[in-house]
């Protein structure tokens, strides 16, 4: 099997999920920050969950692909639930201090929090 390379300025893959042997792998940027890191793994999960058997590796990107959305959002609520931030929210305006006291808590960055209260409607972000 002949392998081409494709160079690129800019690569935006984040993980990169196969099988080794009769294992899985997730090949992972070392440098990726433990909140990312978190996210990214979690991505991966619902890829494994949606892959066919035997299917082609999956690769974790910032593309806007249905299957990249899904993704994302799968991981976001896996990590950060709407319903926990609802009740820690109570619907009242969230100021970005305690985005960030929730992203620590829920040991995802910040923008997970921002994303989960503005698309499900939890709470307004305020400056």
């Not at 294992?23 to 066919?52: E, K, S």
């Not at 058997?53 to 990590?79: C, D, I, M, N």
């Amino acid at each position: 099997m002949e392998t081409e390379v494709i160079e690129a300025e800019q690569v935006n893959v984040q993980g990169f999920l196969g099988q080794g042997g009769n294992r899985l792998v997730l090949a992972l940027p070392q440098a990726l920050p433990a909140p990312a890191r978190r996210f990214v793994t979690a991505r991966a999960a619902y890829g494994l969950a949606t892959q066919l058997p035997g299917g082609p590796p999956g690769l974790v990107t910032e593309a806007a692909t249905w299957t990249q959305r899904a993704g994302r959002a799968f991981a976001a609520e896996f990590l950060a639930p709407a319903q926990a931030l609802t009740e820690r929210t109570r619907g009242l305006p969230v100021h970005e201090t305690q985005v960030e006291a929730l992203a620590g808590e829920f040991q995802v960055s910040p923008a997970v929090i921002r994303h989960q209260l503005q698309n499900f409607r939890i709470a307004p972000i305020t400056l």
